[in-house]
């Protein structure tokens, strides 16, 4: 399929590479939960101004403390935290980072999913994304309601930012913003990893129209893998003029790439049509994306027990599209051909 940068074509990339990209995101995300639980989950009991002198001066307070943490299971602070709020921001932030995470695939999923491009679509329910007035409509719901709270979980991430900077030994205010947006910032992290599951879970993967995307370009997306092979025998920078002079031609004429490079006579000198039809092939321009694939789903950790794990054993369009997800073991493929998937039946909640 094209990869794009600044909503262009760029180069080739595998859907398998795209997948694995959000995949290794929520890899990091387990390992920082890992972290940060030992690290910010402290049992806090400080007393008026965090010195524990109502229960005396022989250590009597840190015992009750300790005796405390052990009973709500939390870690023993070496001293009293209530005026120092970096475990509580670095929880919400956590949040907010999967916010990002999500926020960037469900992005992804809604341009994706425009009749313009037409690669993938949410799972589809009857009257699921409707619209009032246009029946045609299937709209990616699931990915905007990521969307937003995707915004609304960095927003507070800020919010408790604020809040850190208190006075003294108990804050006048700051740290009443957490009231707000603590509570709110789990529920909209719980709501979009919801939505991600089920729009992720049954994720209609267009390949054929991947293809005629990628071909529509006629050659372009590949003008590197031109530039690059002629570099050798020209230098780089003079292949570089030669290919965008080509690809100019071919943006005004709308004629395939090779076929205007086969004009060039610099070009045709250095390289044989045979090896040139072969550079503008995209398939054949996918450098390392299918191994850095395999790494990340052959990666083990704690994100294994997820429902939703990538495979690198579907192929298809010769490896353009190469790579694919399941969900309670369907691949999508196979989803693809039933016509539903799991907890499609289900709705939303």
Not at 83 to 91: F, L, S, Y
Not at 101 to 123: C, T, Y
Not at 140 to 168: H, Q, T, W, Y
Request: net charge negative; with cysteine; hydrophobic share 40%.
């Amino acid at each position: 399929m094209a990869g794009r940068t600044h909503l262009q074509h760029a180069l080739p990339v595998t859907f398998g590479y795209k997948c694995a990209v959000y995949l290794s995101s929520i890899q990091r995300h387990y390992e920082r939960l890992n972290e940060l639980e030992p690290r910010c989950l402290l049992v806090q009991f400080g007393g008026a101004a965090g010195t524990l002198a109502s229960l005396g001066s022989d250590g009597e307070g840190i015992t009750v403390r300790t005796a405390l943490a052990e009973e709500l299971c939390l870690g023993k602070p070496p001293i009293t935290w209530h005026v120092a709020r970096d475990t509580v921001a670095e929880i919400t932030n956590f949040l907010a980072l999967i916010g990002g995470s999500l926020g960037k695939l469900a992005l992804d999923i809604i341009i994706m999913s425009s009749n313009e491009l037409g690669e993938v679509s949410e799972p589809f329910v009857p009257h699921r994304g409707a619209s009032s007035t246009m029946p045609q409509k299937r709209n990616p719901i699931s990915s905007e309601v990521i969307l937003a709270a995707s915004k609304v979980l960095r927003a507070n991430a800020g919010l408790v930012l604020d809040g850190m900077v208190s006075d003294f030994e108990r804050a006048s205010g700051p740290w009443h913003l957490e009231w707000v947006a603590i509570p709110e910032s789990f529920i909209m992290a719980s709501g979009a990893l919801h939505q991600t599951i089920f729009a992720m879970g049954g994720l209609v993967v267009n390949e054929d129209t991947m293809m005629e995307n990628l071909n529509s370009s006629r050659g372009l997306i590949v003008a590197e893998a031109v530039m690059m092979e002629l570099a050798t025998s020209m230098g780089r920078n003079p292949a570089h003029d030669v290919v965008y002079k080509a690809c100019c031609l071919s943006i005004e004429t709308k004629v395939a790439l090779v076929d205007i490079l086969l004009r060039f006579k610099e070009v045709t000198e250095k390289v044989g049509e045979d090896r040139l039809r072969k550079l503008c092939d995209p398939r054949n321009y996918l450098g390392s994306a299918a191994q850095m694939t395999d790494a990340v789903v052959e990666l083990k950790g704690g994100w294994t027990s997820v429902g939703a794990v990538l495979h690198n054993g579907v192929k298809s369009v010769n490896g353009v599209t190469n790579g694919t997800y399941s969900y309670g073991g369907v691949s999508s493929t196979e989803k693809k051909k039933n016509g539903n998937s799991n907890g499609v039946n289900n709705g939303v909640h």
